[in-house]
Protein backbone atom coordinates (compact mmCIF):
# COMPACT_ATOMS: atom_id res chain seq x y z
CA UNK A 1 0.00 0.00 0.00
CA UNK A 2 1.47 3.41 -0.87
CA UNK A 3 1.78 5.92 1.58
CA UNK A 4 -0.71 8.53 0.50
CA UNK A 5 -3.15 5.43 0.05
CA UNK A 6 -2.02 4.57 3.64
CA UNK A 7 -3.05 8.42 4.80
CA UNK A 8 -6.02 8.79 3.10
CA UNK A 9 -7.69 5.28 4.69
CA UNK A 10 -6.59 6.34 8.34
CA UNK A 11 -7.73 9.61 7.85
CA UNK A 12 -11.27 8.06 6.87
CA UNK A 13 -10.97 5.68 9.87
CA UNK A 14 -10.25 9.07 11.78
CA UNK A 15 -13.18 10.26 10.45
CA UNK A 16 -15.87 6.97 10.87
CA UNK A 17 -14.68 7.36 14.48
CA UNK A 18 -15.24 11.06 15.37
CA UNK A 19 -19.05 10.64 13.37
CA UNK A 20 -19.59 7.79 15.50
CA UNK A 21 -18.81 9.62 18.34
CA UNK A 22 -20.77 13.32 17.89
CA UNK A 23 -23.79 10.58 15.83
CA UNK A 24 -24.29 7.55 18.14
CA UNK A 25 -26.07 5.12 16.18
CA UNK A 26 -29.24 4.57 17.19
CA UNK A 27 -29.34 1.53 19.66
CA UNK A 28 -32.20 -0.76 19.79
CA UNK A 29 -34.57 -0.09 22.71
CA UNK A 30 -34.63 -2.58 25.06
CA UNK A 31 -38.40 -4.74 24.80
CA UNK A 32 -40.01 -6.62 27.71
CA UNK A 33 -43.26 -7.85 27.92
CA UNK A 34 -45.63 -6.63 30.27
CA UNK A 35 -47.34 -8.23 33.16
CA UNK A 36 -50.86 -7.66 32.19
CA UNK A 37 -52.29 -10.62 34.59
CA UNK A 38 -54.85 -7.76 35.96
CA UNK A 39 -56.35 -8.01 33.22
CA UNK A 40 -60.47 -9.25 33.34
CA UNK A 41 -62.21 -9.93 30.11
CA UNK A 42 -65.75 -9.47 30.73
CA UNK A 43 -66.65 -12.25 28.11
CA UNK A 44 -64.35 -14.87 27.96
CA UNK A 45 -65.55 -16.22 24.67
CA UNK A 46 -66.06 -13.94 21.69
CA UNK A 47 -69.18 -15.02 19.83
CA UNK A 48 -68.34 -14.92 16.20
CA UNK A 49 -70.80 -13.81 13.44
CA UNK A 50 -70.58 -13.06 10.38
CA UNK A 51 -70.61 -9.61 9.26
CA UNK A 52 -72.49 -9.35 6.45
CA UNK A 53 -75.88 -10.37 7.06
CA UNK A 54 -75.85 -12.44 3.42
CA UNK A 55 -72.69 -13.42 2.25
CA UNK A 56 -72.14 -13.12 -1.62
CA UNK A 57 -72.87 -16.09 -3.53
CA UNK A 58 -69.45 -15.49 -5.29
CA UNK A 59 -67.85 -16.53 -1.80
CA UNK A 60 -65.68 -13.06 -1.56
CA UNK A 61 -67.29 -12.48 1.57
CA UNK A 62 -66.58 -14.89 3.98
CA UNK A 63 -65.31 -12.49 7.14
CA UNK A 64 -66.61 -13.47 10.66
CA UNK A 65 -66.24 -11.07 13.17
CA UNK A 66 -66.43 -10.87 17.22
CA UNK A 67 -66.09 -8.22 20.20
CA UNK A 68 -65.54 -8.56 23.28
CA UNK A 69 -64.69 -5.80 26.28
CA UNK A 70 -61.35 -5.89 28.58
CA UNK A 71 -60.69 -4.37 31.74
CA UNK A 72 -57.31 -4.25 30.90
CA UNK A 73 -54.82 -3.71 33.80
CA UNK A 74 -50.98 -3.04 33.35
CA UNK A 75 -48.21 -3.39 35.87
CA UNK A 76 -45.79 -0.54 34.74
CA UNK A 77 -43.88 -0.62 37.90
CA UNK A 78 -40.58 -2.03 36.45
CA UNK A 79 -40.53 1.73 34.42
CA UNK A 80 -42.39 4.21 36.93
CA UNK A 81 -40.84 7.32 36.19
CA UNK A 82 -39.16 5.87 32.89
CA UNK A 83 -40.26 7.31 29.12
CA UNK A 84 -41.27 4.01 27.06
CA UNK A 85 -43.52 3.11 24.74
CA UNK A 86 -46.22 0.66 24.76
CA UNK A 87 -47.45 -1.86 22.29
CA UNK A 88 -50.23 -4.45 21.84
CA UNK A 89 -48.89 -8.05 20.11
CA UNK A 90 -50.90 -9.92 18.40
CA UNK A 91 -48.36 -13.12 17.46
CA UNK A 92 -48.89 -15.21 14.34
CA UNK A 93 -51.15 -17.80 15.34
CA UNK A 94 -53.80 -20.63 14.56
CA UNK A 95 -55.99 -20.15 12.60
CA UNK A 96 -54.41 -17.54 10.49
CA UNK A 97 -54.44 -13.74 9.45
CA UNK A 98 -56.46 -11.96 12.31
CA UNK A 99 -57.31 -8.61 12.77
CA UNK A 100 -57.77 -7.10 15.93
CA UNK A 101 -58.77 -3.08 16.28
CA UNK A 102 -60.24 -1.51 19.21
CA UNK A 103 -61.20 1.51 21.28
CA UNK A 104 -60.22 2.70 24.62
CA UNK A 105 -61.65 5.29 27.12
CA UNK A 106 -58.40 7.58 26.42
CA UNK A 107 -55.43 6.45 28.67
CA UNK A 108 -53.98 4.26 25.34
CA UNK A 109 -54.43 4.92 21.68
CA UNK A 110 -57.44 3.49 19.67
CA UNK A 111 -55.86 1.07 16.80
CA UNK A 112 -55.78 -2.09 15.08
CA UNK A 113 -53.43 -4.81 14.33
CA UNK A 114 -53.18 -8.00 11.68
CA UNK A 115 -51.42 -11.56 13.70
CA UNK A 116 -47.97 -11.00 13.37
CA UNK A 117 -47.20 -7.37 13.97
CA UNK A 118 -47.82 -4.85 17.28
CA UNK A 119 -49.18 -1.75 17.34
CA UNK A 120 -47.87 1.63 19.72
CA UNK A 121 -51.06 2.24 22.14
CA UNK A 122 -48.88 4.64 24.37
CA UNK A 123 -45.93 6.27 24.18
CA UNK A 124 -44.35 8.79 26.57
CA UNK A 125 -43.33 9.17 30.25
CA UNK A 126 -44.94 6.05 32.79
CA UNK A 127 -46.54 8.11 35.65
CA UNK A 128 -48.51 5.37 36.83
CA UNK A 129 -47.56 2.00 38.75
CA UNK A 130 -50.74 0.27 37.17
CA UNK A 131 -52.16 1.99 33.37
CA UNK A 132 -55.57 0.66 33.40
CA UNK A 133 -57.62 1.53 30.58
CA UNK A 134 -61.14 -0.47 29.01
CA UNK A 135 -60.31 -2.02 25.90
CA UNK A 136 -63.46 -3.01 23.38
CA UNK A 137 -61.62 -5.26 20.81
CA UNK A 138 -63.56 -6.40 17.62
CA UNK A 139 -61.68 -9.84 15.91
CA UNK A 140 -62.43 -10.26 11.86
CA UNK A 141 -61.18 -13.61 10.28
CA UNK A 142 -62.02 -15.52 7.08
CA UNK A 143 -64.53 -17.39 8.30
CA UNK A 144 -62.86 -20.20 6.21
CA UNK A 145 -60.07 -20.82 8.41
CA UNK A 146 -62.11 -21.56 11.58
CA UNK A 147 -63.42 -25.57 11.80
CA UNK A 148 -63.80 -24.75 15.22
CA UNK A 149 -63.27 -22.69 17.99
CA UNK A 150 -59.49 -21.44 18.56
CA UNK A 151 -58.44 -19.35 21.42
CA UNK A 152 -56.31 -16.18 20.13
CA UNK A 153 -53.53 -14.86 22.34
CA UNK A 154 -52.14 -10.96 22.36
CA UNK A 155 -50.05 -9.79 24.73
CA UNK A 156 -48.34 -6.16 25.63
CA UNK A 157 -44.97 -5.23 25.00
CA UNK A 158 -42.60 -2.38 26.40
CA UNK A 159 -39.48 -0.58 25.17
CA UNK A 160 -37.69 1.22 27.10
CA UNK A 161 -36.29 4.77 25.69
Known amino acids: ?4 ARAAARAAFFLA ?5 FWPSAGRAKTTT ?16 WKSFAPARSGGDNLMTGTTTLRLRLNLMPWFRRVGRIYLV ?7 PVRAQWTTQGRLLPGQVVSGNRTLVYAGPISARVLEDVLVLQFSVDARLLPRAVPVSFHFDMDEE
Open 1 to 4: MKRG
Open 17 to 21: LCLNI
Open 34 to 49: IDDSGTQSLEPTVLMR
Open 90 to 96: LPAQPPG
